[in-house]
């Protein structure tokens, strides 16, 4: 699995939201399709807010 940055993980949830499949999103960015489904879910709940709290925790 590659690790996403946020660039990424934002792009993967706006293409979710436009309706392309996590199977084509989990090929393009080598991940399962289960973790696109899970991020997208996980950031539609909390905003983008998720990710900025997950990268200050990276830099730590």
Known sequence: MSKLNYEDKVKIYQLR????SAI???KKYNIRRENVNYMARIIHKHRL???KK???AKKQ
């Open 17 to 20: 939201k436009q309706r392309e």
């Open 24 to 26: 084509n999103l989990s």
């Open 49 to 51: 807010n998720i990710l």
């Open 54 to 56: 997950d990268e200050k």
